[in-house]
């Protein structure tokens, strides 16, 4: 599973599905043993631990892989690290690397692999969990307006996001400073001002600053940007009366959004996390039946 763009969008619907069932409630087990490495290139608490507790939950053995202490470190290639994986019995691998499109260095290789993350590329399992919370919200994507702020250029969220929303019926809806928007940012959806676009939406999607991704410091403060960018109190009582707040988090406080807000009656940013578990068990069951495992 590298992105969910590569899906039909019958096969997105049924791992919809199939993750719903599993946050309502529906437990399955592999019928044999099946053995997971989780290799993490980059910092991760919540899509790291979550693909873990699915994992468990499905009943996969998962094999503790050390990214520091790894061969990586004395110049092995990552196709070389997952060869060696696989020759040593490793069905299926979750990888989340800093590189973009960090996948097309593993052609040929015949274990599973699933995308927890590329670069400024994809994130399908965050997209998938941020699906389920909203038809659990909503029922249906079809004509929802859904805001995404903040870091388009450098997010993996906006871009697997944004895609699959409005495959699905969705209407998409962009703001945050100009200078992190470029043509590509711009593909699946328009560019609104922040103060129009949250009076419209039914779902404000908030996203962190990828510092990590850029080149140059940010010039403005913590509290000049959730001034100009960011949803301040003011913003959300001037939202629609059912309108929702979502982030993938880590949230920076007091940043893209209002410490006091984080856990508003409107917030479903917790539900996201408690949700990623159900997204990624889908994910995992599918790719792995796909190569022929069976589970009861």
Same mark, same amino acid.
């Given at each position: 599973?590298?992105?969910?763009?590569?899906?039909?969008?019958?096969?997105?619907?049924?791992?919809?599905?199939?993750?719903?069932?599993?946050?309502?409630?529906?437990?399955?087990?592999?019928?044999?043993?099946?053995?997971?490495?989780?290799?993490?290139?980059?910092?991760?608490?919540?899509?790291?631990?979550?693909?873990?507790?699915?994992?468990?939950?499905?009943?996969?053995?998962?094999?503790?892989?050390?990214?520091?202490?790894?061969?990586?470190?004395?110049?092995?290639?990552?196709?070389?690290?997952?060869?060696?994986?696989?020759?040593?019995?490793?069905?299926?691998?979750?990888?989340?690397?800093?590189?973009?499109?960090?996948?097309?260095?593993?052609?040929?290789?015949?274990?599973?692999?699933?995308?927890?993350? &590329?670069?400024?590329?994809?994130?399908?399992?965050?997209?998938? !969990?941020? =699906?389920?919370? /909203?038809?659990? *919200?909503?029922? $249906?994507?079809?004509?929802?307006?859904?805001?995404?702020?903040?870091?388009?250029?450098?997010?993996?969220?906006?871009?697997?996001?944004?895609?699959?929303?409005?495959?699905?019926?969705?209407?998409?809806?962009?703001?945050?400073?100009?200078?992190?928007?470029?043509?590509?940012?711009?593909?699946?959806?328009?560019?609104? &001002?922040?103060?129009?676009?949250?009076?419209?939406?039914?779902? !404000?999607? =908030?996203?962190? /600053?990828?510092? *990590?991704?850029? $080149?140059?410091?940010?010039?403005?403060?913590?509290?000049?940007?959730?001034?100009?960018?960011?949803?301040?109190?003011?913003?959300?009582?001037?939202?629609?009366?059912?309108?929702?707040?979502?982030?993938?988090?880590?949230?920076?406080?007091?940043?893209?959004?209002?410490?006091?807000?984080?856990?508003?009656?409107?917030?479903?940013?917790?539900?996201?996390?408690?949700?990623?578990?159900?997204?990624?068990?889908?994910?995992?069951?599918?790719?792995?039946?796909?190569?022929?495992?069976?589970?009861?």
């Amino acid at each position: 599973m590298i992105k969910l763009s590569r899906l039909s969008l019958e096969s997105v619907e049924k791992l919809l599905h199939q993750a719903l069932e599993f946050a309502n409630g529906k437990t399955v087990k592999a019928k044999s043993d099946i053995f997971v490495a989780n290799l993490f290139f980059e910092d991760s608490t919540r899509t790291k631990i979550s693909f873990e507790v699915a994992e468990k939950k499905l009943g996969l053995n998962v094999v503790h892989f050390d990214e520091s202490k790894s061969s990586i470190n004395k110049g092995e290639s990552l196709l070389d690290t997952i060869k060696t994986l696989e020759s040593i019995g490793i069905n299926l691998s979750v990888i989340r690397h800093q590189k973009t499109r960090f996948y097309d260095e593993l052609k040929g290789v015949k274990m599973g692999v699933v995308n927890a993350g &590329d670069g400024i590329g994809h994130h399908p399992s965050q997209a998938l !969990l941020d =699906l389920i919370t /909203i038809k659990q *919200e909503f029922g $249906d994507f079809k004509d929802l307006k859904v805001g995404i702020v903040g870091d388009i250029k450098h997010s993996r969220v906006a871009n697997s996001n944004a895609t699959t929303l409005r495959r699905l019926g969705a209407k998409v809806y962009f703001s945050g400073p100009r200078e992190w928007f470029d043509e590509g940012s711009l593909m699946n959806g328009t560019y609104r &001002d922040l103060d129009a676009l949250v009076t419209d939406v039914d779902v !404000l999607m =908030l996203l962190r /600053i990828q510092h *990590e991704r850029h $080149d140059e410091k940010m010039k403005l403060t913590p509290q000049d940007y959730l001034k100009k960018y960011g949803l301040t109190k003011e913003r959300e009582q001037k939202m629609k009366p059912n309108a929702i707040i979502m982030h993938p988090a880590p949230i920076n406080r007091g940043v893209e959004i209002d410490n006091d807000l984080v856990e508003c009656e409107r917030s479903r940013i917790f539900k996201q996390m408690q949700n990623g578990v159900f997204a990624r068990m889908a994910i995992l069951k599918k790719v792995l039946e796909e190569r022929g495992f069976e589970f009861e």
